[in-house]
Structure formats: C-alpha cells, structure tokens
C-alpha cells in the first residue's frame, strides 16, 4: 500500500452522435471535454474511510473494522468482480441507503463503497483513507460526470494498492499510465457505472480515461486520430433527469414498436459513420463544404427526440441556435442536461456571442470550450492551478 498523498483527474465527454444507439450496439463518437473531476486522496492511520464531496454536500465516514466484518465475497469472484444484487444490498446497508435508493448521490456512495472495497480486498488489512472528489463538471448534465468520479476513484485507489504503477513514480508533474493499467482502471470503472447507471454502453467512462476522441462500439474502441480544431458550445438547460431512467425508456419503446424504432438506430450509426469520416477530411484538407455535416446534427436531434428523449428546454435551445444559423442537438441521455452546438471556424465572433446572449436569456448556462482534452491523468500538487488546489484543500 502506498503511504504518499495522490491527486488525479479525470476529464468529462460530450457525445457527438450516437448516444441511446450505443446502447443498442451502434457506433458512438465521443471526445473528452476540457472540464475535469479531481481527487485526492490522503492515506490515514485513524481506522477510518471518509468521503467528501464538496459538489454535492456529502461527507461520509465509515469505520474500518466495520467494513472489514462485511462479508462481501469479492475476493473469491474473478479479476474485476462485478457486484451482485445481493452484495449491492449489503452495501447500501453499510452506506445507509434505502433500498430503492435511486439518487445519483447515493448511488455514487454505493459505487465508492463497491470499489473500495473490491479493489482493496487483496489487502491484509483495508486501508484507510480520506477522499475528497470535487468536479468542474455539472452533475447529472450529460457530461460523464459520474464517468469521471468513476474513473478517478478507480484509479487512485488501483495506485494505492499498487495494482497498477503510480505514473509519477520518479519523474514529473503530471502523467498518465501505461496502455494495461489504462485498460484496468477502464474495467473498474465501468464497474462502478454499472453502480451507479444500470447498464451503461461503456462510452463515457472509455472516453474519461483515454480522452481526445473516440469511436466506440460494443466495448471496441479507437481514437479519431485526426481532429479539426472544432470549438463546442455547451449549454446547459440546467434541466435535471436520470440516465438510467432514459435508457430504460428507449428500451422499452424499442420493444413496444421494434419496426419504427430499429430503422432510427440504423440511421443514427449512418450519422455518427458519415460524421467520422467528414471530420477526418476536415482534418486533413479543410473546404468549406465539409460544413454541410453540421445539418447531421439537426437530423440525429429529431431521430432522439422521436427515441423518447427529447425535452421543451432541448427544443428551445435548438431553436435559438438555429435562429443565428447554427447547428445544435442534446448532448449524453438527453430529457433536459446539456446540447451542444458545434462551431465552425471563423464564424463571426458577433453571431457566436449573440447566440450566447439569447441563450442565457432563456435561463441556460453557456460556455464555448474546446475538444479533446487528455484523460485520466495523476498530478503533483504544485501542477494544477490554484483554485483547483483551494477547493481541494491542497
Ligand atoms: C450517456 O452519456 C450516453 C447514453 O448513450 C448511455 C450510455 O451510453 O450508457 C445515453
């Protein structure tokens, strides 16, 4: 067991094209936004685990040797033992959660009790710790917010327990782990948002750790090698909504009208298909009709809300983008949380902050920022900038 502080981040994910019809075993495009989760975690020697999470208003503290009693049975299931019903129900008995507990901040409780206790069981003794998470990433938005805790958590612990290397073992201020440890932490926090969401495709937590962006399907994924510099207007109707929920809902409308629903999946994989393709020509010889693509964004936002997923407060926004000529969709499960409307170069700055202006007028928050941040990644203290450092203590 490691005995120093660590600090990691991770990044959170804007789905270009393909949310729901992931789930569904269609192609997804994803990149890594430049707004990121952080942990930290403080090795201790007062038989105590703790979990603070500033963001949300928890802090949870819970005695070694009670978690030490639990029987759980992670140790005699598999490499990266997923959690049964009957283990989750003992958990949330420790956590003091109901048992329809249902809220994303419990079941993020849930998911830290499940991957610490699962990744330390090898340990002699479970170790304990203070964990602090704070995130610059709105929760429960649609940008892989609980993908990110997921993957933080999963990677400090893994380093703690020296199960994969500490990347700053020697050398630097920031780094990232090899390509195995990679595919580990990626295990485990899948993992966790399986915790937390259901049955999650996997996207959100694949593009955290491996940020840029990704091509994701069934598990494979490969990163879009090549990526004009698009910039991306984010905005968030601040309308609250459950994953989980919404998955479920295109699941059961999927069985209901299988004819009607299927041939959208079919069309929403040909959109995120032909988008990657016209990024990689934006990327390598730029004209401006590439910028035709930005119309796949108008489709693939009515193919989702005819899914079931749209909401009045999507509509609006895309209706406002679309009044200063610009291309815009929801953004992750939809059902309110974020749109995105992407920018194409050289727009007039004016139309941009108009928009912008319009948009905020409505009650949203909106940000421009960019694509393809790096993932999961740990830090030295004195490598992230200073109000970073003030909210977590450092
Ligand atoms: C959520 O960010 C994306 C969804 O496709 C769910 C998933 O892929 O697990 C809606």
Redesign the pocket.
Known sequence: MLSEVLLVSAPG?V?LH???A??HGKV?LAVALNLRTFLVLRPQSNGKVSLNLPNVGIKQVWDVATLQLLDTGFLEQGDVPAPTLEQLEKLKKVAGLPRDCVGNEGLSLLAFLYLYLAICRKQRTLPSLDIMVWSELPPGA?L?SSAAYSVCVAAALLTACEEVTNPLKDRGSIGSWPEEDLKSINKWAYEGERVI?G??????NSVSTWGGALRYQQGKMSSLKRLPALQILLTNTKVPRS?KA??AGVRSRLIKFPEIMAPLLTSIDAISLECERVLGEMAAAPVPEQYLVLELMDMNQHHLNALGVGHASLDQLCQVTAAHGLHSKLT???GGGCGITLLKPGLERAKVEAAKQALTGCGFDCWETSIGAPGVSMHSATSIEDPVRQALGL
């Open positions: 994910k789905i393909g949310e729901h992931v789930v997804a649609g892989g969401h049955n999650p495709s996997g996207v959100d994953t919404l998955v992750g499960a939809g």
